[in-house]
């Protein structure tokens, strides 16, 4: 499984980003996805949930970004999203995609997005 995410970058606090992950196969078919997600790590600092969506429909938010940021996804397209609004400068991390597939973890390369002024 590989995933391809794409967005993020440099904005102003109080603004927004969006940031989308796609995951695909040599087959071109995705099973049993059990979750999808991100996460992210700022430096100096553990690894920590932003949020995913388990079996299609659960989903959870880590406390920091609850009511700022937004996920969705689409299972028929194996796709993930966050849309990240009023960001603050304790935002600025790499975020990494995530999906659990037939009950394996895979991880994106993560891509970087700064909060500054």
């Known amino acids: 499984v590989q995933l391809q995410a794409s967005g993020g970058g440099l904005v102003q606090p109080g603004g927004s980003l969006g940031l989308s992950c796609t995951a695909s196969?040599?087959?071109?078919?995705?099973?049993?996805?059990?979750?999808m997600g991100w996460y992210r790590q700022a430096p100096g600092k553990q690894r920590e949930l932003v949020a995913t969506?388990?079996?299609?429909?659960?989903?959870t938010y880590g406390d920091s970004v609850k009511g700022r940021f937004t996920v969705s996804g689409n299972v028929d397209k194996n796709t993930v999203s966050l849309q990240m609004n009023s960001l603050i400068v304790e935002d600025t991390a790499v975020y990494y995609c995530n999906f659990v597939v037939s009950l394996v973890e895979f991880w994106g390369k993560g891509t970087q997005v700064t909060v500054s002024s």
């Open positions: 969506i388990t079996g299609g429909e659960y989903i």
């Open positions: 196969t040599t087959s071109g078919t995705l099973f049993d996805v059990n979750r």
